[in-house]
């Protein structure tokens, strides 16, 4: 999950540099479970599992509210893009 994490991350980077704010969240998940990895050696192995899912769901809603508004400006592009090329005007549909 680590490596995946990194993986992730990195090909994130990679794809756009300009979005470091989805960067941070994997990175400190990856670090999280790399501290987490000995205390997960005298647990049960379902407890292990609980620590995991926990740490990815935080990152997941942390990720979400992060990249609210990322997600908000590329939605209003779209339909931007999609109403100037529309040959019968913005909001109108063709019949």
Request: charged residues 20%; glycine residues 4%; positive net charge.
């Amino acid at each position: 999950m680590v490596t995946f994490l990194l993986a992730h991350a990195t090909f994130q980077w990679r794809l756009s540099r300009t979005c470091r704010n989805l960067i941070w969240p994997r990175l400190v998940a990856a670090a999280t479970l790399l501290a987490l990895l000995p205390a997960t050696a005298g647990i049960p192995a379902l407890r292990a599992l609980a620590w995991l899912a926990l740490v990815c769901l935080a990152t997941a809603v942390t990720e979400y509210l992060v990249s609210r508004s990322e997600r908000r400006r590329l939605r209003r592009a779209l339909v931007d893009e999609h109403e100037a090329s529309c040959p019968h005007g913005p909001g109108r549909a063709v019949s």
